[in-house]
């Protein structure tokens, strides 16, 4: 369970390849990712080949797998072997058989290397390779949301492998393992506490306690990162206000973050959560948010540490009688009018929909709102609106609908893709985090499948180009063996399984039908009107959608470039799948399935819960090709999720039968 993907099970008889016959480790110091690196493939080549290699950090270059920075290996060598350009934690891997190179820009880069042979080892690929790969973007980040009590915000693993009872765990034995399956995947930083920030996250006493965490991370080059709470100045401080122009809580941020850097030279930055939901910001004091974020901007930039400030800045809508009202105008709202104003170590992060982690939104229009400042993609690996790791729901799907969208910025081709890693504005800056829930199950996430959205998240945020099966691939090989059924089968499971749950959670961009009062969890789709949230889908007993159109509605679909808004604001060119994010439309509304909206909703909910149970017998035909312990347990799951599909269905299709009077043309729902 917890060496997740980093199993190094042995390879079944017959998969030969000439060796290395010795590692060779180029910094042998305790903290340095290189030592890292060599004891790493000591241990993959043990696991995966049962032959025991020595690490040294010398030796004949022949036959050896060396490991390194480029410095290091001309210092050991004379000259570097690399032909590309190496970035910032890119590397340079040159495997011709059992003589191996593997050179970082950095020594973080270098254990990506060792990283990228053994995950080749393990997979049986033995080939010869020569090459230099590169992180798409510098910001590849995840933000836990573990709270300093020890519990986790939407945390469905456990509890926190960080705090308890107020404080920083004494053994951090997880934190360390979890540094390594991060920098596997090629993640640089963790904020490891809630953004909704506790003040005593800057106290001395915790400052001791998450430099800790960083001296655990140290050797996996994961950098540290904290969420402040912007209250801090008045809350810890014992200031009077924590107006972002005021000089004392200027000194207040400049001191606290001095302190931070003297505990933790390597400290990545800051993360902050202000006027949302409640959180203190600069708005308080009619301050800018850019005023917000420069702040911080400002105490950190000597130490080369950045700010994400995120974008999910919105006030609670008390009016659902005003057509005209929209949570989802807000962030451009906010920001837009503030672009070119962000210092240049601040990155604006953006939620990948307008809304909030929903099964389908279109891609959030803020991404085309920011030309002159940095921007990073937030993503969700903690399955909060999408099932809670209860049920299947493989995302990469989901955020490839999101990463390849094409703004068409100026009408000129504006990937969301290439919005986020800097390239298509010409930012200095960008990247993206993903908030991950991690607990102290042994599973991490709580379920053994959801790992293979952690470990896409990393590939990604390193090549947001890859493909979603092909990772899927790679992560079932080295989670589960090289066995072809095995293989087929969670492939096939996986890749069914965002379809399903949009099918029977909320399809047609209804964007969610789960409870949103608390649990989000479960078919509750009577919380989603009269609320304040503005999570609103309209429905009465004639339509239902969110009309967000200029010339009609709330004005949202505006807020794209010209030839997107187009697309988005008139009903005939709006993809099915977005139709009631965009419009509100009779229940008898024709589909460009040729369905009308209603007999779609019953459909699909049909067809969601039936893939739904279709899964337990694809994972059944998996016994005796997977350990018990693990067969058992997703079994479990899956059950849980075929039998809560159905309730999700029934929930549903009752609901809007009622509420429509329409039966469904096939006879399961209402009366003829
Ligand atoms: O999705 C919502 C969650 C909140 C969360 C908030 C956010 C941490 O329900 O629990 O707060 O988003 O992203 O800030």
Same mark, same amino acid.
């Given at each position: 369970?917890?060496?997740a ?7 079944s008889p017959?998969?030969n ?18 030592n890292t ?8 080549i043990?696991?995966i080949?049962?032959?025991?290699l ?11 797998a ?10 050991a060598?004379?000259s570097?072997?690399v ?9 340079w ?9 593997i050179?970082?820009? $950095?020594?973080r /880069?270098?254990?990506y290397? &060792?990283?990228?042979?053994? @995950?080749?080892?393990? !997979?049986?690929?033995? %080939?010869?390779?020569e ?6 973007a510098?910001?590849r ?8 009590d020890?519990s ?13 009872d ?15 399956l991060?920098?596997s ?12 920030a ?7 006493? $915790?400052?001791? /306690?998450?430099?800790r965490? &960083?001296?655990?991370?140290r @050797?996996?080059g994961? !950098?540290?990162?904290? %969420? ?6 008045m809350?810890?401080?014992?200031l ?5 122009l ?7 941020w400049?001191?606290?973050t001095?302190?931070?850097y ?7 930055g800051?993360l ?23 702040l ?6 000597p ?19 005003d ?8 962030a451009?709202?906010f920001f837009?009018?503030?672009?070119g104003?962000?210092?240049d ?6 939620k ?26 937030e993503?969700?690996?903690a ?8 049920h299947l ?10 990463l ?25 800056l960008?990247?993206?985090a ?13 379920s ?50 965002w ?22 969890f479960?078919?509750n789709p009577?919380?989603?009107?009269n609320?304040?949230?503005g999570?609103?889908?309209?429905a ?5 959608g ?9 004005g949202?679909s ?23 994010w965009?419009?509100h ?16 909703f019953?459909d ?28 058992e ?11 809560h ?14 509420i ?13």
């Open positions: 369970g917890r060496q993907w980093l199993r190094y099970a042995p390879l017959g998969h390849t000439p060796l290395p016959s010795s590692i060779i480790a180029l910094n042998s110091s305790a903290s340095s990712p290189v690196a060599g004891q790493e493939l000591q241990k993959g043990q696991g080949f049962g032959r025991h020595g690490v040294s950090n010398t030796g004949k270059e022949a036959s050896s060396v490991v390194g920075t480029v410095e290091q290996f001309q210092k060598f004379g570097s072997p032909k590309d350009a190496l970035e910032e934690d890119g590397f891997l040159n495997v011709k058989g059992s003589t191996v190179q050179l970082g820009q $950095n020594e /880069g270098a254990l290397g &060792a990283f990228e042979y053994l @995950s080749m080892l393990a !997979q049986g690929n033995f %080939s010869n390779v090459y230099a790969t590169n992180p798409a510098p910001v980040w995840i933000n836990s949301w573990d709270n300093m020890g986790i915000t939407r945390g469905f693993g456990g509890n926190s492998i960080f705090f308890a107020g404080q920083v765990v004494s053994d951090l034995t997880r934190a360390a393992e979890y540094a390594r991060l920098s995947i090629r993640i640089n930083a963790v904020v490891v506490n809630d953004v909704n506790d003040f005593r996250t800057i106290s001395p006493e $915790n400052i001791q /306690g998450v430099g965490i &960083a001296d655990a991370f @050797s996996y994961i !950098q540290l990162g904290l %969420s402040l709470d912007f209250a801090s100045p809350e810890l401080g014992g009077g206000t924590y107006d972002p005021d000089a004392e809580v200027i000194a207040f400049d001191n606290i001095a302190q931070i003297d505990r933790i030279p390597d400290f990545a800051y902050v959560k202000a006027d949302s939901e409640g959180t203190p910001g600069p708005l308080v004091y009619n301050r800018t948010l850019a005023d917000g974020a420069n911080f901007a400002k105490a950190i930039a130490f080369g540490g950045i700010v994400m400030y995120r974008a999910f800045v919105y006030n609670q809508l008390p009016d659902e009688g057509w005209k009202a929209d949570r989802a105008n807000a451009v709202n837009h009018p503030l672009d104003q962000f210092d170590n601040v990155i604006v992060q953006v990948y929909g307008p809304i909030d982690f929903q099964v389908r939104e279109p891609p959030s229009p803020l991404f085309a709102n920011l030309l002159e400042t940095n921007v990073a993609l993503l969700q690996v399955q909060e609106y999408l099932g809670q790791q209860c729901v493989y995302l990469p799907p989901l955020w490839r609908t999101i390849d969208f094409d703004l068409r910025v100026q009408n000129q081709s504006s990937l969301v893709r290439n919005v986020i890693t800097g390239e298509r504005f010409k930012r200095p960008g990247g993206s993903a908030v991950v829930n991690v607990g102290l199950n042994d599973t991490w996430l709580g053994h499948l959801a790992m293979s959205n952690l470990y896409a998240y990393g590939r990604l945020a390193w090549d947001w180009t890859l493909d979603s099966e092909d990772i899927l691939h790679d992560w079932t090989r080295l989670t589960f063996g090289l066995d072809k059924t095995v293989l087929d089968t969670v492939a096939q499971m996986s890749m069914a399984s379809p399903a749950y949009e099918n029977y959670s909320g399809n047609l961009g209804e964007q969610t039908l789960n409870d949103i009062l608390y649990t989000h479960g078919p009577q919380t989603l009107d609320t304040v949230w999570q609103w889908t309209r009465d007993h004639t339509g239902i969110m009309d967000r159109t200029v010339s009609n509605g709330t949202f505006g807020q794209y470039p010209p030839e997107v808004a187009a697309m988005f604001e008139a009903v005939a060119t709006t993809p099915d799948d977005l139709l009631l965009f419009h439309v009779n229940y008898t509304q024709k589909l460009k399935s040729g369905k009308t909206v209603i007999q779609h019953y699909a909910h049909y067809d969601g819960a039936e893939t739904a149970h279709n899964f337990v017998a694809m994972w059944e035909s998996l016994k005796g090709k997977v350990d018990d312990e693990r067969f347990d997703v079994l479990f799951r899956q059950g849980f999720q075929a039998g599909s159905i309730v999700w269905r029934d929930a549903i299709v009752n609901f809007y039968n009622n429509s009077g329409i039966p469904d043309d096939a006879g399961r729902v209402g009366h003829h």
